[in-house]
Each structure stands twice: as structure tokens, then as C-alpha cells.
């Protein structure tokens, strides 16, 4: 109780200096060194969920003490409650054939929605100061810089630059190449995420606000040149949705979409090309009209309702597919009414117009995920769950206010003694 007080945010909002310090950690953690740490019996013990668990106790009192939950939160959370209800309830019935895939999937259809909706609303104010959002960014940028070393390090000189229980889980150092990261002759880049798909999935999602806070033009092209050397596919077709999506909402020009996208996917094409002439890796990855054997599961689909009666084997790349073949008709809706609950529940409730930038990137970064899980979700993997409720949490965040929302800060907050800040329109604590 004497943590969660000084957790609880002080008055008018001002995060406290507990809540920056725990919500800097997590930050640090989820995104810079999200694979450090040790194996149990198979199962990955990572410091960034181990700071997840140690700190959703004392954050869930804050909140509890911490005054009235938005209706936003509260329909999101209800919203996502169903398919961890079927989870559970088909688990206890028919058991699992591995216990890492069925604890991996209770922690994130159950647990990490939790954490992130329910125990961390207390760090909303902190989460969305605009020092913390420059400290995601950098996060971002410090992985996308590390990954570039590492791939132009492996790849032509042949050094492995891994450090054991920080950059790479201990079980797993020296066996990157053997976690489906070749491509031709040439070793994706999967810098601290050991998987050149999961690094791209989750820079996919962390990407649209780190570009929100940081619009420099030479960190956005590093960025960018590190998700494309994943040599995904998936995340290549990741890249030209947020294109896509970028314009309309978070710049709110649906006109302007039209005219600039085009430039925008000739750019990634001539990238693309270049890339390939350069690096000499061959195009046939591109033409697999298997995806990469993906599709190879697809008749393998029942449209059942409840899913067959045979014990939980696992989600695959394809993730509704997955889904419909392990949990049915009911655990395929309710799985799609899941990931669009932070959606629909901001939507509902706040509207599209009333959205800051902020809130807007973190929406693009959503959809960005809803459409890549068709083809390769890296659902079970850490730690792409908990990158989507991050992104969640800043869709649902009311601290989010629109640039010229009035703001008030308290009189000896920092705001209150230096003015606001030029970055203050993305976020006020």
C-alpha cells in the first residue's frame, strides 16, 4: 500500500517521480532488451515481463486509490474478456501439448490486457509526459542503430555481437541463425529480438509513435533501413500499410493520401530494389507463392464453433487462422473483437476528432498490427503482446490531449516552472 502511494499520481496529474522512474524501466526494458534473460525448463524468463509482474501489484493499488476509470478503459477490458474465457475454459478441457504455447497464450490474451488496462492506469499521467514519450523514441532509435551494427557485423565480418542476458536470452546465445533468420546467404537483421519477424513486427508497432514524438527526417530513414533489412515480407507489407494509413489518420488529410502515397511506395520499391541489387540475396523469397509454406495450413481450417476436441498445439504465423483452427468460429470473433477492443472502446467513447497526436499514431500502429496478424502475428512471441497493449494503453490514455487543449500544470510541477515545453502538444501529464 506505501508503494502504490507513491505510485498514485499527485494532484492536476503530474506524475509522481516513482511512476517516472517505473514507467522508464518498463519502457526500457519491453523495447531496448526485450529477450535478456534465462530459460526454466524451456520456458523464457525476460527481465522486461519479470518488471511487468513485480510492478502490476503496487501500480494495480495506485489505480484502485487513483479515482475514476474512464468508460473507455472499462468497455475496453470488457470487450477483451471473452477470449480469455474461451482460452482457459478449452485448456482446462482439453489440456495442451506444450506447456510454454498454453502459458505464453494465458499471459497474453489474460494477463498482459490486465496489466496494461487495469494495474497501469496509475502511470497514465506518467507515460504520456513528454519526456517519457522522447525516451520511447530513443529506445526505438538506439534498437534500430544496434540492429543495423549487428546485421553489417554478422553478415560481413562475422562477428556475433550478442551480449548474454542482456541482448540475448543466455539459453540462446550464438543460435541466431538457427531461429528462422536466414534468408538466402544472409542473416537478418533481428538486433536485440533475436527474430528478424518479431524485431519488425514490434518496430511496426512501436514505430507510428516514436515518428508522432521524433520527426527528424535522418532517424526516420534509419529507422525505416532497419526494418527493411528484417528482409520480411511481413514487415515489408507492414511498412506500406502505415504508408498508407499514415496521411488519413494521423495527419488527418485523406486528400493529401492520395497524391503523396504513390511517392511514398515508389520510394519503398526503389529502396527495395537497391537493397536487393546491393546485398545480393536473390528475389525468390519475394515470389514464394506459399509464403514462406504459411499457407500450407490453410485447408488444414475447420469451421467449427468451438474448435476440435484435441489439446492446444499452438498459434502459428497465420494468426486468425490459427485461431479458427484451434479455438473455432467463437475463439476466431472473439480474438478479433480482442485486438479491435482498444479500437472500438477509444472510438466509442472519445471519437476520431477529439484524438491527439499521440493517440493517433497509436491508433495507426494498431491497425497497422491487425492487418500484419493475417500473414505472421508473432502472437505467442515475446514480446509483441505487450508492445500491443503499450500501444493499447496510449490509444485509452486521457493524459493524451490535443495540441491546444488548455493545460494548467501544477504550480511546482516542471511544467509549471519552465512553460510548455515545445513537445507539450503531443502529451500532457
Same mark, same amino acid.
Given at each position: 500500500?506505501?508503494?502504490?502511494?507513491?505510485?498514485?499520481?499527485?494532484?492536476?496529474?503530474?506524475?509522481?517521480?516513482?511512476?517516472?522512474?517505473?514507467?522508464?524501466?518498463?519502457?526500457?526494458?519491453?523495447?531496448?532488451?526485450?529477450?535478456?534473460?534465462?530459460?526454466?525448463?524451456?520456458?523464457?524468463?525476460?527481465?522486461?515481463?519479470?518488471?511487468?509482474?513485480?510492478?502490476?501489484?503496487?501500480?494495480?493499488?495506485?489505480?484502485?486509490?487513483?479515482? /475514476?476509470? &474512464? @468508460?473507455?478503459?472499462? +468497455?475496453?477490458?470488457? $470487450? *477483451? !474478456?471473452? #477470449?480469455? =474465457?474461451?482460452?482457459?475454459?478449452?485448456?482446462?478441457?482439453?489440456?495442451?501439448?506444450?506447456?510454454?504455447?498454453?502459458?505464453?497464450?494465458?499471459?497474453?490474451?489474460?494477463?498482459?490486457?490486465?496489466?496494461?488496462?487495469?494495474?497501469?492506469?496509475?502511470?497514465?499521467?506518467?507515460?504520456?509526459?513528454?519526456?517519457?514519450?522522447?525516451?520511447?523514441?530513443?529506445?526505438?532509435?538506439?534498437?534500430?542503430?544496434?540492429?543495423?551494427?549487428?546485421?553489417?557485423?554478422?553478415?560481413?565480418?562475422?562477428?556475433?555481437?550478442?551480449?548474454?542476458?542482456?541482448?540475448?536470452?543466455?539459453?540462446?546465445?550464438?543460435?541466431?541463425?538457427?531461429?528462422?533468420?536466414?534468408?538466402?546467404?544472409?542473416?537478418?537483421?533481428?538486433?536485440?529480438?533475436?527474430?528478424?519477424?518479431?524485431?519488425?513486427?514490434?518496430?511496426?508497432?512501436?514505430?507510428?509513435?516514436?515518428?508522432?514524438? /521524433?520527426? &527528424? @527526417?535522418?532517424?526516420? +530513414?534509419?529507422?525505416? $533501413? *532497419? !526494418?527493411? #533489412?528484417? =528482409?520480411?515480407?511481413?514487415?515489408?507489407?507492414?511498412?506500406?500499410?502505415?504508408?498508407?494509413?499514415?496521411?488519413?489518420?494521423?495527419?488527418?488529410?485523406?486528400?493529401?493520401?492520395?497524391?503523396?502515397?504513390?511517392?511514398?511506395?515508389?520510394?519503398?520499391?526503389?529502396?527495395?530494389?537497391?537493397?536487393?541489387?546491393?546485398?545480393?540475396?536473390?528475389?525468390?523469397?519475394?515470389?514464394?507463392?506459399?509464403?514462406?509454406?504459411?499457407?500450407?495450413?490453410?485447408?488444414?481450417?475447420?469451421?467449427?464453433?468451438?474448435?476440435?476436441?484435441?489439446?492446444?498445439?499452438?498459434?502459428?504465423?497465420?494468426?486468425?487462422?490459427?485461431?479458427?483452427?484451434?479455438?473455432?468460429?467463437?475463439?476466431?470473433?472473439?480474438?478479433?473483437?480482442?485486438?479491435?477492443?482498444?479500437?472500438?472502446?477509444?472510438?466509442?467513447?472519445?471519437?476520431?476528432?477529439?484524438?491527439?497526436?499521440?493517440? /493517433?499514431?497509436?491508433?495507426?500502429?494498431? +491497425?497497422?498490427?491487425?492487418?500484419?496478424?493475417?500473414?505472421?502475428?508473432?502472437?505467442?512471441?515475446?514480446?509483441?503482446?505487450?508492445?500491443?497493449?503499450?500501444?493499447?494503453?496510449?490509444?485509452?490514455?486521457?493524459?493524451?490531449?490535443?495540441?491546444?487543449?488548455?493545460?494548467?500544470?501544477?504550480?511546482?510541477?516542471?511544467?509549471?516552472?519552465?512553460?510548455?515545453?515545445?513537445?507539450?502538444?503531443?502529451?500532457?501529464?
Amino acid at each position: 500500500m506505501q508503494a502504490a502511494q507513491f505510485i498514485t499520481p499527485r494532484k492536476n496529474g503530474v506524475p509522481s517521480a516513482a511512476a517516472l522512474v517505473t514507467a522508464s524501466l518498463l519502457l526500457f526494458l519491453l523495447i531496448a532488451m526485450p529477450k535478456g534473460g534465462v530459460k526454466i525448463e524451456r520456458i523464457p524468463i525476460t527481465f522486461s515481463y519479470l518488471a511487468l509482474g513485480l510492478s502490476a501489484a503496487p501500480c494495480l493499488a495506485a489505480s484502485v486509490l487513483g479515482g /475514476r476509470w &474512464g @468508460r473507455g478503459r472499462v +468497455l475496453c477490458a470488457v $470487450l *477483451a !474478456l471473452p #477470449l480469455p =474465457l474461451i482460452v482457459v475454459l478449452r485448456l482446462a478441457a482439453n489440456g495442451y501439448y506444450d506447456q510454454g504455447f498454453a502459458l505464453a497464450l494465458v499471459t497474453n490474451a489474460l494477463v498482459l490486457p490486465a496489466v496494461f488496462i487495469v494495474c497501469f492506469k496509475s502511470l497514465g499521467p506518467a507515460m504520456a509526459d513528454p519526456r517519457l514519450l522522447r525516451f520511447l523514441s530513443t529506445c526505438a532509435l538506439l534498437v534500430a542503430c544496434f540492429g543495423l551494427l549487428e546485421f553489417a557485423a554478422r553478415n560481413f565480418f562475422g562477428w556475433n555481437l550478442e551480449v548474454p542476458y542482456i541482448t540475448v536470452n543466455a539459453e540462446d546465445a550464438g543460435r541466431i541463425a538457427f531461429k528462422h533468420n536466414m534468408r538466402a546467404s544472409l542473416v537478418k537483421l533481428v538486433s536485440t529480438y533475436n527474430n528478424g519477424n518479431i524485431f519488425g513486427v514490434c518496430m511496426l508497432l512501436v514505430g507510428p509513435v516514436a515518428f508522432a514524438v /521524433r520527426p &527528424g @527526417r535522418l532517424w526516420r +530513414l534509419v529507422y525505416c $533501413l *532497419a !526494418l527493411f #533489412l528484417t =528482409l520480411s515480407r511481413t514487415v515489408w507489407a507492414g511498412m506500406l500499410v502505415w504508408l498508407v494509413l499514415w496521411d488519413p489518420i494521423y495527419r488527418r488529410r485523406p486528400l493529401s493520401m492520395l497524391i503523396r502515397s504513390p511517392h511514398h511506395l515508389l520510394a519503398a520499391l526503389a529502396l527495395g530494389a537497391a537493397g536487393i541489387g546491393v546485398l545480393s540475396a536473390g528475389v525468390d523469397f519475394i515470389f514464394d507463392t506459399s509464403l514462406g509454406g504459411r499457407l500450407y495450413t490453410m485447408p488444414d481450417a475447420r469451421w467449427t464453433l468451438l474448435g476440435p476436441d484435441a489439446p492446444f498445439a499452438g498459434i502459428g504465423e497465420m494468426t486468425y487462422t490459427s485461431f479458427l483452427q484451434s479455438f473455432g468460429l467463437a475463439g476466431l470473433l472473439a480474438f478479433a473483437i480482442w485486438l479491435a477492443s482498444p479500437v472500438i472502446a477509444c472510438l466509442s467513447v472519445d471519437g476520431f476528432s477529439t484524438l491527439g497526436p499521440v493517440r /493517433r499514431a497509436a491508433l495507426v500502429s494498431l +491497425l497497422v498490427y491487425m492487418v500484419v496478424c493475417a500473414v505472421d502475428g508473432a502472437f505467442l512471441l515475446i514480446p509483441v503482446a505487450a508492445l500491443y497493449w503499450l500501444m493499447a494503453s496510449y490509444l485509452l490514455n486521457p493524459a493524451c490531449r490535443e495540441p491546444d487543449a488548455a493545460y494548467r500544470p501544477a504550480r511546482n510541477s516542471v511544467h509549471g516552472r519552465e512553460g510548455r515545453s515545445r513537445n507539450s502538444g503531443f502529451c500532457q501529464a
